[in-house]
């Protein structure tokens, strides 16, 4: 199997790092991808894949990180872009990510006063377009994060796609609808499905109409613990839970285990062009 999307580069799993990747394996996980959040987690991410076999990086900045270039004047569009152009000539970074547009007025975030105003918006697409031509100019695939924002997010998309993206890109914990779904049909992206399929109604409804070809799995680990882990608290998530989506996905869908873990992987590995 195949994680997607799980931010060991982040501090929760600071201490225990190689016992987490080591479970993952146990489990059956033979691939990861570690998604930066801003320039810092990038360089921290292309500095622990280096450690493990079948584990790769991802370099970006997420929206919600753009934040800091409200509050701090230092830092500019073009100063953080080239930060991250850096890290892309890193044999093992194989996409930027995870970049995109949030509208989500979040309560608990390193922020103070964090709101999505104008300006903060403005920025946050700057930097989505930016670092969209980055990964066609280095021939990079793409992690795309959408949250709340799905109009402006499908108008910069097609405003900068390019057929190189075809196959290459995913649409990260997608939301579950029927236009994004539609775009991504038409396009070859693919949709990434995290453990909050396991207690939600509505994402449950929304993969099983999703072409099994165009389907990868991820946990976003430390964040979205599938149940009965929820249930339990046992926080955090960890790339080891891939397999509980796998399983919950094959129930839901009437499909063999097999079958949904062969595909998915196969699928990833085309997104990130491992092969
Ligand atoms: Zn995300
Ligand atoms: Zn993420």
């Given at each position: 199997m195949f994680d997607t999307h799980c931010h060991l580069n982040f501090k929760a799993f600071k201490k225990n790092l190689t016992d987490v990747v080591d479970r993952a394996f146990d489990a059956g996980i033979k691939n990861i991808i570690v998604p930066g959040t801003?320039?810092?987690?990038?360089?921290?991410g292309v500095e622990i894949v280096q450690n493990f076999e079948?584990?790769?990086?991802?370099?970006?900045i997420h929206p919600h990180?753009?934040?800091?270039?409200?509050?701090?004047?230092?830092?500019?569009?073009?100063?953080?872009?080239?930060?991250?152009?850096?890290?892309?000539?890193?044999?093992?970074?194989v996409a930027v990510g995870e970049i995109?547009?949030?509208?989500?007025?979040?309560?608990?975030t390193v922020y103070q006063e964090y709101q999505v105003d104008s300006r903060f918006l403005d920025l946050q697409k700057e930097l989505f377009k930016k670092q969209i031509e980055l990964a066609v100019n280095f021939k990079k695939s793409l992690i795309l994060h959408n949250r709340e924002a799905k109009d402006d997010f499908l108008q910069i998309l097609r405003e900068k796609w390019t057929s190189h993206l075809e196959f290459r890109t995913v649409f990260h914990c997608c939301e579950p609808d029927e236009e994004l779904l539609a775009e991504a049909k038409k396009h070859h992206i693919f949709i990434g499905v995290d453990g909050d399929v396991t207690f939600?109604?509505?994402?449950q409804e929304f993969i099983k109409k999703v072409p099994l070809e165009m389907l990868v799995l991820e946990t976003d680990s430390p964040f979205?613990?599938?149940?009965?882990?929820k249930t339990q608290k046992k926080y955090p998530n960890e790339p080891a839970?891939?397999?509980?989506?796998?399983?919950?996905?094959?129930?839901?869908?009437?499909?063999?285990i097999d079958k949904i873990q062969k595909i998915t992987t196969v699928n990833a590995k085309r997104l990130f062009s491992l092969y």
């Open positions: 801003d320039v810092k987690t990038s360089k921290r079948g584990v790769y990086a991802a370099v970006g990180h753009v934040y800091k270039l409200v509050k701090n004047e230092e830092l500019t569009v073009k100063s953080e872009v080239e930060k991250i152009r850096s890290l892309l000539s890193h044999p093992k970074v995109g547009l949030d509208k989500h007025a979040y309560e608990n939600s109604k509505s994402k979205l613990l599938p149940e009965p882990l839970n891939v397999a509980i989506i796998c399983k919950f996905i094959s129930q839901l869908r009437g499909e063999d």
